[in-house]
């Protein structure tokens, strides 16, 4: 006697939290924007929506970017994992061309018809090839040789941004998403602490050398940050001056902020103030709450990245999203600070908020990638 066969159909996961945080955080980054902006806007004699009208531009591209990738199955981007990382260090060096964009005496910037960041674009490849090299290696991942090579990999991308783009922060982020990755995927922890050790000895060292000098002058800009972040009051006019405006900022914005457009440092005061020191403009006009939200905004999109990691189908799509999660924590972790004034002055951008076409271009490609993973989470068979 032949018997039913009940269907099973398999239901698959999708984030929609993980969704509303991605468009809550890039329609409040378009307004402060807007709101951080308009006067510096207007005083360039350009249109007060200029900054705004840009930054809508990227984010849109983005956002098609986003739902695009987010519906293509992950493992198909492995195959172009070695494509990229070849292609981004050959778009690091072209600045060095004349395709090459200087900004505000730094350059970091491509003009492909539309201005791009190659530092971003290494930030995905990274995320993609090391997800694709450390499922390849296998056991051997397990090694000390295996450890130093998933180090080796990264180190050009790293050296290539810091050199040729003069860009320590963008090179410390990437070197810091290959850590956290190999650190996910490694069962050894004895390495990394080591390493970590050998990171606070390091930095503990040059803070105590550069403390010991009575002079600024003449110091490399990076030893000069070090000096202004130690005492800001005593280079008030110089390398401190932005982050005490910034400070001043946070601090006039009292509990509940001066409402939203009512920042007194954007009127010419505080340098960047769209871009990385767009946290401060937030404090000011939002107060410690505005602040604090938007951190644990920052904070519950990490734990969503966090459960689609450790719920991913396969230890490829985990590291994918790995990989995203430590681009953003990183990046976070960094602007806050220097805002804050807890490390030296360094231009690192605040995800999703501050102004940078490239910046939320990527980004928002690299939510399609997590995306791509969650879909690939079976709920259950029914």
């Known amino acids: 006697m032949a018997g039913r066969r009940k269907s099973q159909k398999t239901e698959y996961y999708f984030d929609y939290s993980l969704l509303f945080i991605i468009l809550f955080l890039t329609g409040f980054g378009l307004v402060m924007i807007y709101s951080a902006s308009a006067y510096d806007a207007t005083t360039q004699n350009l249109n007060e929506d200029y900054y705004l009208m840009h930054q809508a531009f990227a984010a849109a591209l983005g956002l098609v970017g986003m739902f695009f990738v987010s519906h293509i199955p992950y493992h198909f981007w492995e195959r172009f994992a070695v494509i990229g990382y070849v292609v981004s260090l050959i778009l690091i060096a072209l600045v060095l061309s004349p395709l090459g964009v200087e900004v505000n005496g730094a350059r970091r910037w491509l003009n492909l018809g539309m201005s791009i960041q190659p530092a971003e674009i290494a930030k995905l490849a990274m995320i993609l090839f090391l997800a694709t090299f450390i499922c390849k290696m296998g056991r051997n991942i397990r090694t000390s040789k295996g450890f130093l090579t998933v180090i080796g990999v990264s180190l050009p991308h790293v050296f290539c941004i810091w050199q040729i783009t003069n860009n320590l922060s963008s090179a410390i982020i990437v070197l810091g998403i290959a850590v956290l990755m190999l650190f996910?995927?490694?069962?050894?922890?004895?390495?990394?602490?080591?390493?970590?050790?050998?990171?606070?000895?390091?930095?503990?060292?040059?803070?105590?050398?550069?403390k010991q000098l009575q002079s600024i002058e003449g110091l490399d800009f990076r030893f000069a940050r070090i000096m202004a972040w130690l005492d800001p009051e005593a280079y008030a006019s110089g390398k401190g001056f932005q982050t005490l405006q910034a400070l001043y900022a946070i601090g006039s914005g009292g509990i509940f902020g001066k409402g939203l457009g009512q920042s007194i440092q954007k009127l010419g005061f505080l340098p960047e103030q769209q871009n990385d020191m767009i946290f401060s403009i937030i404090c000011e006009e939002l107060g410690l709450f505005g602040g604090i939200a938007v951190i644990l905004i920052f904070l519950l999109l990490i734990w969503r990245l966090m459960i689609i990691a450790n719920n991913a189908s396969d230890l490829f799509g985990a590291l994918l999203v790995v990989g995203v999660l430590g681009h953003i924590a990183i990046q976070v972790i960094l602007n806050v600070a220097v805002v804050t004034n807890s490390m030296p002055n360094t231009g690192v951008s605040l995800p999703f908020i501050s102004y940078g076409g490239s910046s939320i271009l990527f980004l928002l490609i690299e939510m399609g990638l997590v995306m791509s993973v969650a879909r690939g989470i079976k709920v259950r068979d029914v």
């Not at 995927?185 to 050398?209: C, D, E, H, N």
């Open 184 to 210: 996910v995927a490694s069962p050894q922890y004895k390495p990394f602490f080591i390493i970590g050790g050998i990171g606070a000895l390091a930095v503990i060292g040059v803070i105590f050398g550069v």
